[in-house]
């Protein structure tokens, strides 16, 4: 796993920020329970660092996401000033099975 941001643990060695995945991976955000959460956002809430009403929100401290359609996919902390402090965001292009991340 490799560590993004401050509150995101991550499947994939190497991801960063914003990264190209495969079709079934697995993403594992991690972080103290009560203190963030995780919020599937669209381009423009990723951007803004916002989340329209009625948005999902994770709040397990151990939230797992599938990858499980290809496209681009936005998350974001929803905890208020979160967003400004540091990067606690994160951008994955999805790609196709036969995609092989770069190393």
């Given at each position: 796993?490799?560590?993004?941001?401050?509150?995101?643990?991550?499947?994939?060695?190497?991801?960063?920020?914003?990264?190209?995945?495969?079709?079934?991976?697995?993403?594992?955000?991690?972080?103290?329970?009560?203190?963030?959460?995780?919020?599937?956002?669209?381009?423009?809430?990723?951007?803004?660092?916002?989340a329209?009403?009625g948005?999902?929100?994770?709040?397990?401290?151990?939230?797992?996401i599938?990858?499980?359609?290809?496209g681009?996919?936005?998350?974001?902390?929803?905890?208020?000033?979160?967003?400004?402090?540091?990067?606690?965001?994160?951008?994955?292009?999805v790609?196709?099975?036969?995609?092989?991340?770069?190393?």
């Amino acid at each position: 796993m490799t560590k993004v941001g401050p509150l995101m643990l991550i499947t994939e060695p190497g991801l960063r920020e914003s990264s190209s995945l495969s079709v079934t991976t697995t993403v594992f955000f991690n972080y103290p329970e009560g203190v963030h959460n995780v919020l599937k956002v669209n381009g423009t809430g990723f951007q803004e660092c916002a989340a329209p009403a009625g948005t999902v929100v994770l709040t397990s401290g151990k939230d797992v996401i599938n990858l499980a359609t290809t496209g681009r996919k936005w998350y974001i902390c929803g905890v208020s000033k979160h967003r400004q402090v540091g990067p606690q965001k994160l951008f994955i292009t999805v790609m196709p099975a036969s995609f092989a991340p770069r190393s």
